[in-house]
């Protein structure tokens, strides 16, 4: 099956820009979904196709993508910013309609 | 409110059979796939496979086929993960969630709160 990969961790100051990025075959064919997890929380969803945020999700979140690698970067990060962020996409090794997570990143806010 | 409300954590013993369930509501429940993602201690995220109610079409990941079983009751609403003999192995948090997939781009919203199983002798 396909695989993304992730940095297992990144750090970034109070107000300052973190890139978050995830790469993998599938990411030439289809666009990642990004999700935060906060401790002890379920997943929620930050950002879809091209550049999309769900209603609610602060504009500071942003995504974007080239070639084998998506990108998710906090603009300003905020302390409440610091959890788990998992990419997905679907599957492109011939599984129909399956889909492949990153293996996340944990944001530490300092 | 679109919303998916799952059953409440588990403790079993290794080898009892187990279903947990995933309640959708505010929205036409035969009109998206569901999907189960697996979270063990401290881990990831990983799929585990997806039903689509309106017709119970099933796929599931290599990893997981033949261990778990997906299925779901469109009359009420509600998707279900079953295993037959449960390992050690399978303490983890289960989460459904709706999926979106329009072709070159997908996502997953809502998730439904998760499910603790726990097994242990």
């Known amino acids: 099956s396909s695989e993304l990969t992730q940095d297992p961790a990144v750090s970034v100051a109070l107000g300052q820009t973190v890139r978050i990025t995830c790469q993998g075959d599938?990411?030439?064919?289809?666009?990642a979904s990004w999700y935060q997890q906060k401790p002890g929380q379920a997943p929620v969803l930050v950002i879809y196709?091209?550049?999309n945020r769900p209603s609610g999700i602060p504009d500071r979140f942003s995504g974007s993508s080239s070639g084998n690698t998506a990108s998710l970067t906090i603009t300003g990060a905020q302390a409440e910013d610091e959890a788990d962020y998992y990419c997905n996409s679907r599957d492109s090794s011939g599984n129909h309609l399956l889909y492949v997570f990153g293996t996340g990143t944990k944001v530490t806010v300092l | 409110e679109v919303q998916l409300v799952q059953s409440g954590a588990e403790v079993k013993k290794p080898g009892e059979s187990l279903k947990i369930s995933c309640k959708g509501s505010g929205y036409s429940f035969t009109s998206y796939w569901i999907g189960w993602v697996r979270q063990m201690p401290g881990k990831g995220l990983e799929w585990m496979g997806i039903i689509y109610p309106g017709d119970s079409d099933t796929r599931y990941s290599p990893s997981f086929q033949g261990q778990v079983t997906i299925s779901a009751d469109k009359s009420i609403s509600t998707a279900y993960l079953q295993w037959s003999s449960l390992k050690a192995s399978d303490t983890a948090m289960y989460y459904c969630?709706?999926?979106?997939?329009?072709?070159?781009?997908?996502?997953?919203?809502?998730w439904g709160q998760g499910t603790l199983v726990t097994v242990s002798s």
């Open positions: 196709g091209k550049n």
């Open positions: 969630v709706r999926i979106h997939d329009y072709g070159d781009y997908n996502w997953f919203d809502p």
């Open positions: 599938s990411l030439r064919s289809y666009y």
